[in-house]
């Protein structure tokens, strides 16, 4: 059947071509900035606003959290791009992904690069920052280095602090 020609039952059929792209992520703290920059590069910014990109930075974080656990330990995020709409699905993987299947940036776990580059950003300080999270600056510390990651719990509580430069998609 071609696109001109009609369907049975008098429904017409369009052919549109379709781009799909997905990408499986740990469920760990430094996935988040990994999952919204996957998310960035392969939405057009034509196809969505800043208000549908942060709920599907939501989705992320969401997800993040509902995979945190042994049985799931992943989530997958697919891109289906439209010639003028886009879907994304934000869904838990039972299969998490290994080390080598990683991408080297979120292998090597950029959180901490993340977290200082948004402290800078904002002009926090590690004290700031702790006093907004309710936790020691030993910890902010430790996040900043790269030693340890926030909890689950607390990732939101960091996301939320520094929302606005983690959510909004670089300007043109």
């Given at each position: 059947?071609?696109?001109?020609a009609p369907?049975?039952?008098?429904?017409?059929v369009?052919?549109?071509p379709?781009?799909?792209?997905?990408?499986?992520?740990?469920?760990?703290?430094?996935s988040?900035?990994?999952?919204?920059?996957?998310?960035?590069?392969?939405?057009?910014?034509?196809?969505l606003?800043?208000?549908?990109?942060?709920t599907?930075?939501?989705?992320?974080?969401?997800?993040?959290?509902?995979?945190?656990?042994?049985?799931?330990?992943s989530?997958?995020?697919?891109?289906r791009?439209?010639?003028e709409?886009?879907?994304?699905?934000?869904?838990?993987?039972?299969?998490?992904?290994?080390?080598?299947?990683?991408?080297?940036?979120l292998?090597d776990?950029?959180?901490?690069?993340?977290l200082?580059?948004?402290?800078?950003s904002?002009?926090?300080?590690?004290?700031?920052?702790?006093?907004?999270?309710?936790?020691?600056?030993?910890?902010?510390?430790?996040?900043?280095?790269?030693?340890?990651?926030?909890r689950?719990?607390?990732?939101r509580?960091?996301?939320?602090?520094?929302?606005?430069?983690?959510?909004?998609?670089?300007s043109?």
């Open positions: 059947m071609t696109q001109d369907a049975p039952h008098g429904d017409e369009v052919v549109l379709v781009v799909v792209v997905t990408q499986t992520f740990t469920a760990r703290p430094s988040l900035p990994d999952a919204e920059h996957f998310v960035r590069e392969n939405v057009p910014t034509t196809l606003d800043p208000a549908e990109m942060r599907v930075y939501a989705a992320i974080r969401d997800a993040i959290l509902a995979a945190a656990n042994p049985d799931i330990g989530f997958q995020i697919t891109v791009c439209f010639p709409d886009v879907e994304i699905e934000v869904l838990s993987s039972a299969d998490p992904p290994t080390r080598a299947s990683l991408p080297p940036k292998a776990g950029t959180f901490a690069d993340w200082a580059r948004n402290l800078r904002q002009g926090l300080s590690q004290e700031a920052a702790a006093r907004r999270l309710g936790v020691s600056v030993r910890t902010i510390s430790r996040w900043v280095r790269g030693q340890t990651e926030p689950l719990r607390d990732l509580r960091v996301e939320e602090m520094l929302g606005g430069s983690a959510q909004s998609p670089p043109p």
